[in-house]
């Protein structure tokens, strides 16, 4: 019987050291999975991309008769609207660097200046849009205009979804400041937003500039 006591109690002692030894890990969201999962994302972006300047170097040719880009393109409001998306890219750098200060209100005031020049480049792209439509240079007319909304008519539309995030992030860091998270997240954006810079130079570059050539 006291063989059975003794028994009990170096059980129970040993429960209780080991109780005692026991660590409780808290579950988290460990950061680098956010950076390496959002650069997945834009490793799949650029082949989206990849594919539609392949398309529109194969029918970028294809004018069935149609206007050329040497006819359509307006490179000094192309050279605006890229002038206006390189700044913007430009005072993101300047917002981010005012968020690693802790600078809340600076912050803010840079993002909303980067969110107006993208509105501006997304204002000037929709009109130039508008005006070849009207001028009876739709997408339908020919393979290169087809393939050229597609390309440039994507780019606009990645630009519209930066911006509706952006603003989505304004208000974040208003209501809950710079923490972690928010920064995590300026910084996802910044990376995207350039990632947008570098592909429109690719379009400037191989639509509008070639485009215009003989």
Not at 128 to 148: D, V, Y
Not at 163 to 176: D, P, S
Request: aromatic letters at 14%.
């Amino acid at each position: 019987m006291s063989e059975i006591t003794a028994t009990s109690a170096d059980i129970s002692a040993m429960s209780s050291a080991d109780a005692s030894t026991r660590y409780y890990v808290k579950e988290h969201h460990p950061e680098s999975s956010t950076s390496l999962g959002f650069w997945i994302y834009l490793m799949s972006d650029c082949l989206i991309f990849a594919c539609l300047f392949a398309t529109y170097a194969v029918l970028g040719r294809s004018y069935a008769g149609g206007p050329t880009g040497a006819e359509l393109f307006d490179l000094p409001l192309v050279a605006m609207n890229t002038a206006f998306l390189l700044v913007s890219s430009i005072t993101y750098g300047v917002a981010m660097l005012e968020a690693h200060r802790n600078r809340v209100r600076s912050t803010l005031i840079w993002l909303a200046i980067t969110g107006m020049l993208g509105a501006g480049f997304l204002a000037l792209e929709l009109y130039e849009f508008n005006h070849l439509i009207h001028e009876g240079a739709g997408p339908q007319t020919s393979a290169f205009l087809t393939s050229f909304f597609a390309l440039v008519g994507t780019h606009g539309l990645h630009v519209t979804f930066g911006i509706i995030w952006l603003i989505v992030l304004m208000f974040q860091v208003g209501k809950f400041g710079l923490n972690v998270e928010n920064k995590r997240r300026l910084m996802c954006l910044s990376m995207f937003w350039h990632f947008l810079d570098v592909i429109w130079i690719g379009v400037f570059t191989f639509v509008y500039l070639m485009g215009v050539l003989p």
